[in-house]
């Protein structure tokens, strides 16, 4: 089993150059004019990196730590509030586990492209169904193509 995690952002304010590309690019910045900092809001952050390579300065990095992905046959976690949680989604053999709140229609349907199943949980670690506006969007648009999500 793959369990995936996600890796938000952060800036070193002192290689900061202040030219604000990173406000273009992603919307999960903003600058603080009294203050003169760009700042990353680290929640809403998906991690995907394109503010990283865009830096000129190389002031933006991913926050890591050891654990990109587990690979396990059997994890031992206890549902928890997911405010801060990183984890994206478990990936099966024949299904993917999303968390309701990081739930990537995108990569749902690239996974449902490669024959596997989709579920949302309330948590990925948890047995509760995710009943969530996403998903159901996510299930008429492949109802439309005529796609099963068995």
Do not use: T, W
């Amino acid at each position: 089993m793959l369990l995936y995690k996600q890796f938000p952002v952060s800036i070193d304010q002192e290689k900061c150059s202040k030219c604000r590309i990173c406000l273009s690019i992603c919307d999960c910045f903003s600058y603080d004019k009294e203050k003169k900092i760009v700042s990353v809001n680290d929640i809403s952050c998906k991690g995907c990196g394109v503010c990283v390579a865009s830096c000129p300065s190389s002031a933006i990095y991913h926050i890591q730590d050891e654990s990109f992905f587990y690979l396990s046959e059997k994890i031992e976690v206890n549902e928890f509030e997911c405010e801060k949680c990183l984890y994206e989604f478990i990936e099966k053999e024949n299904s993917v586990i999303f968390c309701e709140r990081r739930f990537d229609i995108g990569i749902a349907i690239e996974k449902l492209y490669e024959g596997k199943k989709i579920e949302v949980r309330k948590c990925i670690f948890s047995d509760k169904i995710s009943d969530s506006e996403k998903f159901k969007k996510f299930s008429k648009i492949i109802h439309l193509f005529g796609v099963k999500n068995d």
